[in-house]
Nanobody, 123 residues
Framework: VPLVESGGGSVEIGGSLRLSCVVS????????MGWFRQAPGPGKEREMV?????????RYQDSVQGRFIVSRDNDKNTMDLRMNSLKPEDTGTYYC????????????????WGLGTQVTVSS
């Protein structure tokens, strides 16, 4: 598995979690990377929540702007997602991905995926 996520879990509303992604496979280029979320239930698609370009500049989905912070460490080949003020609608499986293009603009831009880590936000 080229990308390995960790750090998911269950948290109360308003709580925080930190997700980490390790690039375990050598990637000759330095791709953009991102975190995607897939909510539970049928028909739910993976949606990008945060992405960083190869230099570390970030973009966010509007619903997480101001609450989530994404960062990458190119020396350690890792990417983190700090999630604050969590809401029930943040519940889902979070996937790390490497993407073509400057940012992970959608799941169609992703060409490497991790297996995902579960995040559950409840009262």
């Amino acid at each position: 598995v080229p990308l390995v996520e960790s750090g998911g879990g269950s948290v109360e509303i308003g709580g925080s979690l930190r997700l980490s992604c390790v690039v375990s496979k050598y990637i000759p280029e330095r791709p953009s990377m991102g975190w995607f979320r897939q909510a539970p239930g049928p028909g739910k698609e993976r949606e990008m929540v945060a992405s960083v370009d190869k230099s570390g500049r970030a973009r966010y989905q509007d619903s997480v702007q101001g609450r989530f912070i994404v960062s990458r460490d190119n020396d350690k080949n890792t990417m983190d997602l700090r999630m604050n003020s969590l809401k029930p609608e943040d519940t889902g499986t979070y996937y790390c991905a490497a993407c073509t293009g400057d940012y992970c603009v959608s799941r169609y831009a992703a060409y490497l995926w991790g297996l995902g880590t579960q995040v559950t936000v409840s009262s």
